[in-house]
């Protein structure tokens, strides 16, 4: 098993590009969820999902998109970078999302606007 | 008042003694505790979680909760150089995982 893999490892993008972030696991989970950190920050909730079909707002949704192309499947979508999206992405998955249930991350990507 | 605080070190250990990394969090509903350790440019990996009060040991790892002080710790006996990495204290809401809230860390460093 992979865990969770996460693809671009870099990236370095001009203010105003698009890109997609992708995320999968192979571990049959039900919860998907993408976290950004910054530099001496601890892991901030961007969105979730919950399970296949859905996906919610979380604590920094504002300049994000996001999509469950299927169970295994999460990707996240700037349209307009800024440079305040500069950050380390993190995807995660877990078999439920409940307030008890371990999270699985993925190794990250390290975005940087210019 | 930040919702999950930590003390961001870096705290240094000698290697061998008792690492004592501490957390408090602000919202007295949460019910579940975790603890992750992140080696530098690495992601976050679990390595204990605690939902009632009282310790829970595992291994050379030992987390205590006191939810009535709203406080949650980890301790490490016995430090080797591997326990290096930022350690991040992570509180769950009641029922949802979109409550999670993570810490900014806590810096550990074990010289020998």
């Known amino acids: 098993n992979a865990g969770v893999t996460q693809t671009p490892k870099f990236q370095v993008l001009k203010t105003g590009q698009s890109m997609t972030l992708q995320c999968a696991q192979d571990m049959n989970h039900n919860s998907m969820y993408w976290y950004r950190q910054d530099p001496g920050m601890g892991l901030r909730l961007i969105y979730y999902s919950a399970s296949e079909g859905t996906t919610d707002k979380g604590e920094v949704p504002n300049g994000y998109n996001v999509s469950r192309l299927n169970k295994r499947e999460f990707s996240l979508r700037l349209e307009s970078a800024a440079p305040s999206q500069t950050s380390v992405y993190f995807c995660?998955?877990?078999?439920?999302?409940?307030?008890?249930?371990?999270?699985?991350f993925g190794p990250g990507t390290r975005l940087t606007v210019l | 008042q930040k919702e999950v605080e930590q003390n961001s070190g870096p705290l240094s250990v000698p290697e061998g003694a008792i690492a004592s990394l501490n957390c408090t969090y602000s919202?007295?509903?949460?019910?579940?505790f975790f603890w992750y350790r992140q080696y530098s440019g690495k992601s976050p990996e679990l390595i204990m979680s605690?939902?009632?009060?009282g310790d829970k040991e595992d291994g050379r790892f030992t987390a205590q909760l006191n939810k009535a002080s709203q406080y949650v710790s980890l301790l490490i006996r016995d430090s080797q150089p591997s326990d290096s990495a930022t350690y991040l204290c992570?509180?769950?809401?009641?029922?949802?995982?979109?409550?999670?809230?993570f810490g900014s860390g806590t810096r550990l460093s074990i010289r020998p």
């Open positions: 605690i939902y009632s009060n």
């Open positions: 919202d007295r509903v949460s019910q579940s």
């Open positions: 995660a998955s877990s078999v439920l999302a409940g307030s008890t249930d371990t999270q699985y």
């Open positions: 992570a509180v769950n809401g009641y029922s949802s995982a979109s409550k999670i809230i």
